[in-house]
């Protein structure tokens, strides 16, 4: 969307689905064991230390597969793991043991959140600016915060980027500090007009993820660097218990495709002292 209102977004009807992931929402993605037994890249992972868990969205078109998996301590992730066809990077071969266990469960739930996609066994690499690298032909997004590793993927024919982004939810404390390097004056205060108290206090987590969310789905389309004052969040309106939307715009211009203005609908959760964001750009959306 191009213009400055905020818009929820307007769910297509009547188009092919994807199979409905998850048991609590629609919007949410859990891998069903189908799924872990489907793919040999993730078929002898033991399940102890590898539960899955629900993400969000970025919207209900069902054209997004999410997995996640509730992230243990790294030594018993890592026993878990290492059943699993994924690998570490040269360059994270000397890495402490919780930044290899991020490093490969966030591997596994690409795997599966592909599978979902219909590319099976298919390794989502890293590029040397650190960022993933999707199969040709997909889109998606990593992260491992809030006690999960979670990952979403579609195919390119939909969407010209996603972004998803988990924190658990910063310490009022903490939610002062961050404020400045996060949200212009007066952004927070703005943004929270709409919300219950609740989710006011959730705020500064939703903002400062959104905005990550936002960076991991515009930067393979933009390929540099931007902070999180060249966006704005602009609006965040609850549709559910701990859900909901928000709206983020650009500040600048990033790309001609991506130009001061632009802007974005995505949706939030919080739950389990966590949240998490996520950020979806249409392929209509990005021309
Ligand atoms: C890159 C960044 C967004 C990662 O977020 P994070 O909360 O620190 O970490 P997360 O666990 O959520 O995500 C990590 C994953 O992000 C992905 N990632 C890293 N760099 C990326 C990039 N340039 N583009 C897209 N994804 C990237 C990787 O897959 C990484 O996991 P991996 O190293 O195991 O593969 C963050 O460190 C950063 O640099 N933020 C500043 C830029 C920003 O957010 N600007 C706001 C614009 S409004």
Known sequence: MRDGAFRPPTFAKGRPQAPQLGHNSPMLGEPSMKHWAGSRTIASLSDRATRSASFIAPDASGDASLAALELHGPDEMLRSLAGSACRLPSELERAVPKRKAEYLAGRVVAAIALSQCGAMDVHVGRNVDGSPRWPAGFVGALTHGGGLAAAAAAPASRYAGIGIDAEYLLEPRVREEVAESIAAPGELAAAQLALSDAMQRALPTILFSAKESLFKCLYPQVGEFFGFHDARF?????????????????????????PRGWGVVGRFAVANGAVQTAVGVRQWDAR
């Open 234 to 258: 602009v609006e965040a309106r609850e549709d559910g218990v701990g859900a909901g939307f928000f709206r983020l715009e650009l500040v600048r211009s990033l790309h001609p495709t991506f």
